[in-house]
């Protein structure tokens, strides 16, 4: 099996700690264990990685730009720290309701990272820790991955994503889904 060219990763719940009243500061986002490492493992493979992430918290006016942008410096400055690269960084600002074309679990936000990054669908990994992960990345004609670290109940969300894709794979965290996929591939 071949590794895909991009890896495409959620943000919260799978390079960071989760929280049910969302990153609002820098000082609230905390690296998962191994997750940055994982990330500077990609790119040592020549594997091109973008970030797709819902940020409503942005259009609900619980943060700032400004803010939004310093939390994702620091995120940048530890994933660097590592050896890491991202490629593309793709987020939705928009609530549910907002109608938008780009909130998982539409396929916007992974579109529009394949583009940037000048792959097809079927080069690309999406690993997620939410059902619309899962969703965004069958309705984009992307392979999905789970991670297990996110919020929520874990094996209700497993479920769910087999009901889209039946053999989807299920991991801890971000750490042990690219160990498993640089030595198998996908």
């Known amino acids: ?82 050896h890491g690269e991202i490629a593309h960084v793709a987020y939705c600002p928009h609530g549910p309701d907002d109608a938008c074309e780009c909130r998982k679990p539409l396929p916007g936000l992974l579109q529009e990272s394949l583009q940037a990054l000048g792959v097809s669908a079927d080069e690309a990994l999406m690993i997620g820790d939410s059902t619309r992960d899962v969703q965004a990345a069958h309705a984009a004609g992307v392979a999905a991955w789970l991670v297990q670290c996110g ?15 039946p053999d989807i794979p299920a991991y801890p965290d971000l750490a042990a889904a690219i160990d498993a996929l640089l030595s198998k591939g996908i």
């Open 1 to 82: 099996m071949n590794l895909p060219k991009a890896v495409l990763l959620d943000r919260d719940g799978v390079i960071n700690f989760d929280s049910p009243d969302y990153i609002l500061a820098p000082e609230q986002w905390k690296p998962i264990p191994g997750s940055l490492e994982a990330i500077g493992k990609l790119t040592a493979a020549g594997i091109s990685v973008a970030i797709c992430s819902n940020q409503s918290g942005l259009g609900r006016g619980m943060m700032d730009e400004e803010t939004f942008r310093n939390i994702h410096a620091k995120m940048m400055l530890a994933i660097e720290e590592q």
């Open 151 to 165: 919020y929520g109940d874990a094996d209700k969300i497993l479920a769910k994503s087999q009901t889209l894709m």
